[in-house]
């Protein structure tokens, strides 16, 4: 049962802000509420302290996707049906896009946000790799400040954030990878489709010849939050792909990511899924007809 709370739809950014530094820890936007609204439900602890919501999904200045000088500016409130059809972001950032189109069911996306999926920062938050490969940068604003910082320190743990009480996510800035660029995201669920990620991979990386220039790994759901796997990915740039390579970061992937979880039920299947997708992955992008 949904408690009794107050609801505010501010006419814009600045109204949204001054409801936020008013009521505090007692607060909290909402624009999908895919997440929020089933927290409710089941009386989730994380949610119990509010009071009062704040509207932000159809503010114009969190809505907007354009490119700028120093990359795509993907507003926080923008849904996952915008991203994963908007031709900026499917020409120059598919991963992300391919992320968005797996994304629960139509009616999810068409409510979901991208700022919502890694702000609630649950293990299975599909954007997430593909955000961190793309080394996305976020802004938070407040009444008073605004800060900007890499989404890989903005994430803490599962369910914590750097975000404060008086702020908001307000964009998200992607810069434009150079030309060369090819990338996979890979999802596995319990089935095809409306499924929670059980293992997301997003692999990005550049060749010149047959050595490997620049490579970047990033997993979800396998570990306990969306992250980078920077020890990997120093291992392969600057090496001459092939399959011995690939065999030997496919391992080490396991290894890592037994370091950084610990031996759990899930690491029997999870492990070997793992392993063997980074492998076949790095085949495809390294083919001739990738």
Not at 106 to 111: D, G, L, M, P, S
Not at 129 to 140: F, G
Not at 177 to 196: D, E, H, N, T, W
Request: net charge positive.
């Amino acid at each position: 049962m949904i408690p009794e709370i107050d609801f505010i739809q501010p006419e814009n950014l600045q109204q949204a802000l001054q409801s936020l530094a008013q009521f505090m820890e007692q607060a909290r936007p909402i624009a999908g509420g895919t997440d929020i609204i089933p927290g409710f439900h089941i009386n989730s602890q994380r949610f119990r302290q509010i009071k009062v919501l704040i509207d932000i999904g159809q503010l114009p200045e969190l809505t907007t996707i354009e490119h700028k000088e120093d990359g795509l500016h993907i507003g926080a409130a923008a849904t996952f049906t915008q991203i994963s059809r908007h031709p900026l972001i499917t020409e120059n950032f598919p991963l992300l896009a391919q992320a968005a189109q797996k994304i629960g069911s139509v009616q999810i996306r068409n409510r979901a946000t991208i700022a919502g999926n890694f702000v609630n920062n649950a293990p299975c938050a599909d954007s997430v790799p593909p955000l961190l490969v793309y080394d996305a940068q976020i802004v938070l604003q407040s009444l008073n400040n605004t800060r900007q910082m890499p989404l890989e320190k903005f994430l803490l743990k599962p369910y914590q954030t750097q975000l404060q009480a008086d702020e908001l996510v307000k964009e998200i800035i992607l810069p434009v990878p150079g030309q060369g660029y090819r990338g996979k995201f890979y999802k596995l669920g319990r089935r095809r489709g409306v499924a929670i990620s059980r293992i997301t991979l997003a692999i990005l990386l550049k060749l010149d010849g047959t050595v490997i220039d620049d490579f970047r790994l990033a997993s979800g759901a396998v570990t306990p939050i969306g992250m980078r796997l920077h020890d990997l990915e120093k291992m392969i740039i600057g090496q001459s792909a092939n399959e011995d390579l690939f065999k030997e970061i496919a391992i080490a992937s396991g290894q890592k990511i037994l370091e950084i979880t610990g031996l759990r039920w899930s690491t029997a299947y999870k492990l070997p899924v793992v392993q063997q997708m980074i492998f076949a992955l790095l085949k495809q992008l390294t083919s001739s007809n990738a």
